[in-house]
C-alpha cells in the first residue's frame, strides 16, 4: 500500500532543501536567468547535502540506497526554488543512476566512486535528437559493430553541462533498433565527438545545453552500459519521466504559490482580486492540478521501487504510470504557469516577477526527454 506521508528522514530532506531553495536559489534565479550563469558556489552547497551519494550504496562509495520517492520529493523541492539551478545540482544524476540500476559490476566500481566525493562532478547524459517527431524508443543516433568495439554517428541536442561534462552517457540504436546507452569518458577530448556552441533556449536559460555531432566515435565494448546484456532503456526512460513530472510539479507550485499572494494582495474595487469568482475558480482549480501531478508521480516513483528486479515492457505497471503522469504533468505546469500570467494580468508579462520566467521553463518539459532523473 502506497504511503502519503513521507518518512521521517525524508520530511528533513523536505525541508532542508525548501529552506535552502527559499533562502539562495530564490535570491539568484533572476540574475542567473538574466546572465546565464549558475554560481558555483551554490552547486558546491547543495552537493554539501549529499543527495546524490545519500542514493548510493557503500559498496560503491556512499551512504545510502536509491529511492525514487525520496528522488521525486528532492526534484519537486529544487525545481520550486528554481528549474535551471536543479537541473545543473541534479545533471550528474544522469549518468550514476543508470550505471548504479543496469551497470556491471566492474562499471559501478569504476564510476560510481566518483559521485560519492567532496566535490561536484559534472556528468551528463545525451539522448534527445534535433529532429521533428524525436521518438527516444527511435532514435537515428547509431551505434554499429566495430571489432571489439562500436562506431557511434549521430546528432544530439539539449545536452545539460556537455562542455564541461567528465563522463557522459550516450544512447543509440543497435543493429537490431534496440536502445543501448554507452559510457564516454571526458566527452570534449573524444576524436569523432563535436560539441557545439551553447544553445540560445527559450527557458531554462541559466542551464547551460548543448548540440553533439557524432562521427564514427569509437567506444570499447566495455563502454557499453551492462556489458554484453545491455540495458534496461525501458526503466531508464521511466524514471526519467517521473523525474521531469516531480520538476513540473515545483515548477508549477511556485507559479502557484506566486499567483495566490500577489491575487491576496491586490486591491481593485475595494477588495481582493482573490474574492473575485473568476480569479478564486481559477486559483482552485490550479490547486487541484498541482496536488493532483504530485501523487501521480509519486505514485509511479513507488511503482519503480517495488519494481527493481523486473524487465519494464510498453505494458507494465511502472511504465504506464510514468508515461500517464509525464504526460498529464506537461499540459499541467504549462496550464497553471500561464494562468499564473494571466491573474497578474499585465504585470504577468514583465520581468519585475518571476511568472514569466515560470511560464517559459514549463513550456519546455514536453521536449525535456532524458534531462533529468530520479
Known amino acids: 500500500m502506497i504511503s502519503f506521508s513521507p518518512t521521517e528522514e525524508q520530511q528533513m530532506t523536505v525541508d532542508t532543501l525548501n529552506r535552502f531553495a527559499a533562502g539562495e536559489m530564490r535570491k539568484i534565479y533572476r540574475d542567473c536567468d538574466e546572465t ?75 564510476y560510481l566512486p566518483r559521485f560519492c566525493g567532496d566535490t561536484y562532478h559534472p556528468a551528463t547524459a545525451a539522448l534527445i535528437e534535433p529532429r521533428p517527431l524525436f521518438d527516444p524508443f527511435k532514435p537515428s543516433t547509431a551505434a554499429r559493430r566495430d571489432g571489439d568495439g562500436y562506431l557511434l554517428s549521430g546528432e544530439k541536442c539539449y545536452v545539460p553541462l556537455a562542455a564541461g561534462a567528465e563522463l557522459m552517457l550516450i544512447y543509440a540504436a543497435d543493429p537490431d533498433g534496440t536502445v543501448q546507452c554507452f559510457i564516454v569518458e571526458k566527452p570534449s577530448a573524444a576524436k569523432g565527438l563535436t560539441i557545439s556552441g551553447r544553445e540560445k533556449n527559450m527557458g531554462i536559460k541559466a542551464l547551460a545545453t548543448y548540440e553533439l555531432t557524432l562521427k564514427d566515435l569509437s567506444v570499447p565494448a566495455s563502454a557499453r552500459l551492462g556489458g554484453e546484456a545491455g540495458c534496461d532503456f525501458t526503466r531508464i526512460l521511466n524514471h526519467s519521466r517521473v523525474a521531469l513530472a516531480a520538476m513540473s510539479v ?33 486559483l482552485a482549480e490550479m490547486a487541484i492540478e498541482v496536488d493532483a501531478t504530485r501523487f501521480m508521480s509519486w505514485e509511479a516513483a513507488w511503482k519503480l521501487d517495488k519494481t527493481t528486479d523486473k524487465p519494464s515492457t510498453i505494458n507494465n505497471q511502472p511504465t504506464m504510470a510514468a508515461s500517464l503522469v509525464k504526460r498529464y504533468a506537461d499540459d499541467m505546469v504549462i496550464t497553471v504557469a500561464d494562468r499564473a500570467v494571466q491573474i497578474m494580468g499585465g504585470h504577468g508579462y514583465i520581468r519585475d516577477h518571476p511568472v514569466e520566467l515560470y511560464l517559459r521553463n514549463a513550456r519546455g518539459f514536453p521536449a525535456f526527454e532524458g534531462m533529468a532523473m530520479i
Open 36 to 110: 546565464g550563469d549558475i554560481p558555483e558556489e551554490i552547486i558546491d552547497r547543495a552537493w554539501r547535502f549529499g543527495l546524490l551519494p545519500g542514493a548510493i550504496p557503500s559498496a560503491y562509495g556512499g551512504f545510502g540506497d536509491h529511492s525514487a520517492v525520496t528522488g521525486a520529493l528532492i526534484a519537486e523541492e529544487l525545481a520550486w526554488g528554481d528549474l535551471s539551478i536543479a537541473m545543473h545540482i541534479l545533471c550528474p544524476a544522469l549518468a550514476a543512476f543508470p550505471l548504479l540500476e543496469h551497470g556491471t559490476e566492474d562499471q559501478k566500481k569504476t
Open 250 to 282: 515545483g515548477v508549477a507550485r511556485a507559479a502557484f504559490d506566486y499567483a495566490i499572494a500577489y491575487a491576496k494582495d491586490r486591491h481593485a474595487f475595494g477588495e481582493p482580486i482573490a474574492s473575485r469568482q473568476s480569479i478564486a475558480f481559477m
